[in-house]
């Protein structure tokens, strides 16, 4: 284990983010961080927030571990986990100030649809982790997977659409749509907001 890796048996479970990186903080949440392009760069700009990224991918988690800890980010630590573990059992209500999801796999295959990230349940435990005013950010490449996130977000209870374009306009772009942008893909975001 590395320095910035969370070991879930010697942290209170849900999180406590006091606990997780020894401070008071607003808290982001990546999850599928995956070789940790967009986590890291946005850690660096933003001191003043923790952020934890969740990916379930072995190889994927130690890489971005190196990575943050070569980059000496205090604010940044990693979760080896599923999804579902992280929505369902470890995240408090009301705990995070933004949450990403940039990419997920699609399983394009109609009998691996039931793999897919995004479901009406999901996206009501994506809720109700968020703090009011916190924000959900989502972004695909895969046009048929648009629409059933489109789908699952608008039944969230307690969110609201916000402005895509205003909401990304800050952030650094992922290593996967820094390669999809360059193919010409189409990119499809998704901006919702816990209200008040």
Known sequence: ??????????????????????????????????????????????????FLAVERAGPYHRLCCERTVRRRLSNVRLLRTTAADLLFRLLREGSVANLYVLFPDPWPKRHHHKRRLFTPEVAAAMARALAPGGRLLVKTDHDPYAEVIAAALATAPGMRSIDETQAFADLPLSGFEAKYRVRGRTIHAFAMERCL
Do not use: Q, Y
């Not at 999180?15 to 995956?34: H, K, M, Q």
């Open 1 to 50: 284990m590395t320095p910035v890796e969370i070991d879930l048996n010697l942290v209170s479970v849900p999180l406590c983010w006091t606990e997780v990186f020894g401070r008071e903080a607003a808290t982001d949440v990546e999850i599928g961080s995956g070789k940790g392009r967009f986590l890291l760069e946005l850690a660096g700009t933003r001191a003043e927030h923790n």
